[in-house]
């Protein structure tokens, strides 16, 4: 019998329970990760949203920094949602100086780029990549890319309250970044998007 991709969540502070549900749905195995034997053991991860300096320092106090670092180097597939997209750049603007992030994909994002909480905002967007139909997108404190490598594929873009368009979901070979929160709408094809990410990631180490 085949089994679904274990996938693990960060499971530090932020939007567990939810990636935790939609995973599930999306038929993987999913579960939290706090600890390095947790990461060890997982074929994937994601990087939920919540607040990213204090992922960052939960990181350091659960010694999981390194261990990730290494993983994420080392072609483990990941997934970034709002903080977790700030966790996978190469470059962070308007954040604290000693907040660290893993330059997973080649970019620079900005921290909080759609405004306070009170900016939050909802729009549809069709995004290729998960789907022809219209995706409901959840902004919250959301951070956007400033600039993204040549190896970049961008996957979606959103027009701001200053009028520009700004890239607001990312994927550079085993990273996936988004600007939105899909874990908190009842749409999982972002998360089947990724679970099948983490499939043919473990079928080529299966014949390599």
């Given amino acids: 019998m085949t089994t679904g991709p274990r996938i693990g969540v960060l499971a530090l502070q932020g939007d567990v329970a ?21 990461l060890d053991a997982v074929d994937g991860l994601v990087l939920p949203g919540g607040e990213s300096t204090a992922m960052s320092r939960l990181l350091g106090v659960y010694e999981l920094d390194g261990p990730l670092a290494a993983r994420i180097a080392d072609g483990m597939p990941v997934y970034g949602s709002c903080a977790g997209m700030i966790l996978l ?22 921290r909080n780029a759609f405004g306070r909480q009170v900016d939050s905002f909802e729009t549809d967007l069709v995004v290729e990549a998960f789907g022809p139909d219209p995706l409901r997108t959840v902004f919250i404190r959301a951070p956007w890319v400033e600039s993204v490598g040549g190896d970049v594929e961008v996957l979606a873009t959103v027009t701001a309250s200053d009028g520009d368009d700004h890239v607001v ?19 999982v094809r972002v998360h089947r998007y990724f679970v099948d990410m983490v499939c043919r990631s473990r079928a080529l180490l299966a014949t390599s």
């Fill in 169 to 187: 979901a990312v994927r550079q070979g085993n990273a996936l970044a988004t600007s939105f929160h899909p874990e908190i709408t009842d749409d």
């Fill in 89 to 110: 750049a190469s470059d962070v603007l308007d954040t604290r100086a000693d907040a660290r992030w893993f330059s997973a994909i080649d970019m620079t994002v900005r």
């Fill in 18 to 38: 939810e990636h935790l549900r939609h995973l599930e749905v999306a038929g993987a195995e999913a579960v939290p990760v706090r600890r390095r034997a947790e």
